[in-house]
């Protein structure tokens, strides 16, 4: 690994961009709140260290030498950008923002339209969604907190198990309308549209698995459209392109807007869930516990309300 270089002392550093905006020691010393003689060892320490002088004193007062000039605008910026750093570490300790890592399709089919309710409840807290697949490297300190689908385990750090996930084939009105889905098998008169997004989860059916479990023969279920996103063959499915095998929970908005319809009422249980994730330290954060705090009651509210559903269906 690569390593960095060793920075001459911050105080000198600081001194010298001081005094170099004045081109006065002593008033570079009032707005540092030391004594003239330590701001003047501090830039001879700095000029030790870089081996050159900085400054050339004349009759009318001090100039900059060369080097010093050309450094100086670099050096600037430079305590530009670790005030900006401090500013964001202070926010995020101060409880004004929350970065949150999600994977995209739960964030734009699940999370995203919940937030608002969340603002409401704390106007005070900045939510930050950072929407991707990768893994997060909490080591970085820019991710607060992350959900995750998966199977749970996430060694060193803290889970929370969110809610479970079904998949259910689900179609737009305006194509069950034009062709009817009595049963099963008239999907062969049907475009299959196909979630291959990069979950590795066995448990979890694809269009050929589910098509045998319950033993219908004459659909080819490898044909058709593949999507890298659940919210993408969601999409593709209120578009009226197909019939889509979808998670539930990514598609339930839809379903209840009368944009999808689920023709069979079968829904099929896969060992992945939806997990809170995020290194014990954070979870200390206020803007932390009340997210997660606001994120469970939802995410019960959710299940409780599809288990009525379910009841109520017969499922």
Known sequence: MEQRRRLPPLNALRAFEAAARHLNFSRAADELSVTPGAVSQQIQNLEDYVGVALFKRTPKGLLLTDPAQIALPALREAFDRLAEAASMLTAAVDGRRLTVSVAPSFAAKWLVPRLGQFEILHPQVDVWISAGMELVDFNSG???????????????????????????????????????????ADLANHILLHDGSPDADESCPDWTMWLAARGVRGVDGTRGPRFNQSSLVIEAAVGGRGVALAKRALAQADLDAGRLVSPFQITTAVDFAYYLVHPKPKGRLPQVKAFMTWLIAEAEAHEAMLATMDNGAGI
């Open 142 to 184: 820019e991710i607060d907190i992350a959900i995750r689908y998966g199977a749970g385990r996430y060694p060193g750090l803290e889970v929370v198990r969110l809610m479970q996930e079904t998949v259910v084939p689900v179609v737009s009105p305006a194509l069950l309308e034009s062709q009817p889905l009595n049963d099963p």
